[in-house]
């Protein structure tokens, strides 16, 4: 029971993680058309946009399924009860700490604390 608490906040906190990625403008992007767009100038015939879009309008509504993979695999000590809660614990944990190492340059650094949650889940819950 002890691990328990700590396994359900990493869920949570991944399964938020996961929804903010997913709708929150993280990218930033501009535009420019015209005779001499790379110069910047900026006159008649030339068009320039700046703005941010979130995860979801960049990447398409696909990209909700890759997000739901952390959330799945953070969920894998919650569902699971009595001597093998430990193990999934720590399978839930290298998986995490897997994704947040491949995905380190992009959105792997923001499931760390999810990681971090997992890990002290693992270490409370019993051996028995």
């Not at 328990?4 to 058309?33: C, D, G, H, I, K």
Request: glycine share 12%; charged share 10%.
């Amino acid at each position: 029971m002890r691990g328990r608490r700590w396994f359900l906040a990493a869920l949570v906190l991944t399964a938020v993680v996961s929804a903010a990625l997913l709708v929150l403008p993280l990218y930033a992007y501009e535009t420019a058309t015209g005779p001499a767009a790379s110069s910047g100038e900026v006159g008649a015939g030339y068009s320039y946009e700046r703005g941010h879009r979130s995860l979801l309008a960049v990447e398409g509504p696909g990209v909700a399924f890759l997000l739901a993979v952390p959330v799945l695999v953070s969920g894998l000590p919650v569902l699971v009860r009595g001597r093998r809660q430990r193990l999934a614990g720590w399978v839930s944990t290298a998986l995490l700490s897997v994704g947040v190492l491949v995905g380190i340059a992009s959105i792997g650094l923001f499931y760390l604390p999810g990681v971090l949650l997992s890990a002290i889940g693992t270490a409370l819950s019993r051996t028995e």
